[in-house]
């Protein structure tokens, strides 16, 4: 089992950045793909990107592309999320899971999740 913590949420205003990062622990992490999802107030949690296990990888949410970098770094167990050109329509709680596999094998491949931070874009 593996254990995520993330950190990292807060209040930015539309056009600026927040990076989030979630630290895992208890299993061998270089030996998972991440992920990021997120859920707004309403409705159901949505993929927003994924990593697989060497960071070689990486898919994103058609909407955040070019805008959301996902990265990880396995000797310190953690990955990354940069998130430039906010919006008020990326405002969700944001949550890091765990794949079950080295490789990317779609949004309902993760079994582990976080806690979730919440993130908040407005003016």
């Known amino acids: 089992q593996v254990q995520l913590v993330e950190s990292g949420g807060g209040l930015a205003q539309p056009g600026g950045s927040l990076r989030l990062s979630c630290a895992a622990s208890?299993?061998?992490?270089?030996?998972?793909?991440m992920g990021w999802f997120r859920q707004a107030p309403g409705k159901e949690r949505e993929f927003v990107a994924a990593?697989?296990?060497?960071?070689?990888?990486?898919y994103y949410l058609d909407s955040v592309k070019g805008r959301f970098t996902m990265s990880r770094d396995n000797a310190k167990n953690t990955v990354y999320l940069q998130m430039n050109s906010l919006k008020p329509e990326d405002t969700a709680v944001y949550y890091c899971?765990?794949?079950?596999?080295?490789?990317?094998?779609?949004?309902?491949?993760?079994?582990?999740w976080g806690q979730g931070t919440q993130v908040t874009v407005s003016s």
């Open positions: 899971a765990a794949g079950s596999s080295s490789w990317y094998r779609g949004p309902s491949d993760f079994g582990s």
């Open positions: 208890g299993r061998t992490f270089s030996s998972y793909a």
């Open positions: 990593i697989n296990w060497s960071g070689g990888n990486t």
